[in-house]
């Protein structure tokens, strides 16, 4: 199994540019989620959905746009990248949380991006 | 909002030496998990805990969960240099949120 998948691992943008970042799980989780890790500050949430069609704000969501067309696929999208969106981002999945436990939650490899 | 607490943000220890990190939050938790990120990987799950006062051992570390379920810690005895990493903890009440942190370095 591939687990969760990004693309790219690296990118450079100049500021105003636009990107997408792409994640894709091939374990049929309902639970997606984007993470930016910045140097210090541990990991924040950005955008989750808990199912196709289904999208909400997490922690840190201004600047960035996400969808979820399919069970398998949640990209998201800087709609004009400034120095301040400079970090590693993760994209992780899991199954919908039940009762009082969470399922684990899988990580991909992270996506580098630098903006100038 | 719910704010889970890490500490501390950095420890260096010489291989052998035992190391302890705390996770602390300002709401109860409904559970917790663990993860370690090896240096340039991606964070890894560990462990998770639910139930009030529960300690969980895998080989060298052990996990807790405090009686109030609102901190919990990570303690591993006779560090290895495999063992070196940043160690999160993720409180859920409602919605995960991970800790800062903790960065472990491990001296042969």
């Known amino acids: 199994n591939a687990g969760v998948t990004q693309t790219p691992k690296f990118q450079v943008l100049k500021t105003g540019q636009s990107m997408t970042l792409q994640c894709a799980q091939d ?15 541990g990991l924040r949430l950005i955008h989750y959905s ?9 922690e840190v969501p201004n600047g960035y746009n996400v969808s979820r067309s399919t069970t398998e696929d949640f ?3 800087l709609l004009s990248a ?3 969106q400079t970090s590693v981002y993760f994209c992780a999945s899991s199954y919908v949380d039940r009762g009082s436990s969470n399922s684990p939650l899988h990580f ?7 903006v100038t | 909002g719910q704010q889970v607490m890490q500490i501390p943000q950095y ?6 030496e035992d190391f302890t990190t705390y996770c602390n939050s300002s709401t109860t938790l409904s559970n917790i998990q663990w ?35 609102k901190n919990s810690s990570l303690h591993i005895t006779a560090t290895q240099t495999t063992d070196v990493g940043t160690y999160f903890c993720a409180g859920n009440a409602g919605k995960s949120t991970f800790g800062d942190g903790t960065t472990l370095t491990v001296k042969p």
């Open chain 1, 27 to 41: 374990m049929n989780h309902e639970y997606m989620s984007w993470y930016r890790q910045d140097p210090g500050m």
């Open chain 1, 50 to 58: 808990v199912g196709a069609g289904i999208t909400d704000q997490g």
């Open chain 1, 75 to 77: 990209p998201l999208r």
């Open chain 1, 82 to 84: 400034a120095p301040s």
């Open chain 1, 108 to 114: 991909g490899n992270g996506t580098r991006l630098t």
């Open chain 2, 11 to 16: 420890q260096h220890v010489q291989e052998g």
């Open chain 2, 35 to 69: 993860y370690k990120q090896r240096p340039g990987g991606h964070p890894v799950f560990l462990i998770q805990l639910v139930k009030s006062g529960e300690v969980k051992k895998q080989k060298r570390l052990t996990f807790q969960f405090g009686e109030a379920k």
